[in-house]
């Protein structure tokens, strides 16, 4: 069992830059691959970056490429997510979720622990 907790999420300009953090507790952390997504109002929940469990790979959605970097740390359990350069479309409930294999997953139905989601509101 794992749990993941998100925290992070806030208000902020266009342009700004926020960091999401995902605290997980239980057994076996490092064994799991993370991920990220979001959900924007009204809209289906999507990929936005993965991390493997060991090697560290990273596989990011286009629409963050370059802007977004997942990282994490097995030693404190941690997972997170910093966005740069933050536009009004990335507005959603962010969700770090936590997958037994141990390459990145894109697919949701993959995972099988999530957290409950923070709000990351981008205005204009």
């Known amino acids: 069992q794992v749990q993941l907790v998100e925290s992070g999420g806030k208000l902020v300009q266009a342009g700004d830059s926020l960091r999401l953090s995902c605290t997980a507790s239980g057994r076996a952390f490092s064994g799991y691959s993370m991920g990220w997504f979001r959900q924007p109002p009204g809209k289906e929940r999507e990929f936005v970056a993965g991390i493997s469990s060991r090697s560290g790979t990273t596989y990011y959605a286009d629409s963050v490429k370059g802007r977004f970097t997942i990282s994490r740390d097995n030693a404190k359990k941690m997972v997170y997510l910093q966005m740069n350069s933050l536009k009004p479309e990335d507005t959603a409930v962010y969700y770090c979720?936590?997958?037994?294999?141990?390459?990145?997953?894109?697919?949701?139905?993959?995972?099988?622990?999530w957290g409950q989601g923070t709000q990351v509101t981008v205005s204009s």
């Open positions: 979720a936590a997958a037994s294999p141990v390459a990145v997953i894109v697919d949701a139905s993959e995972y099988e622990y």
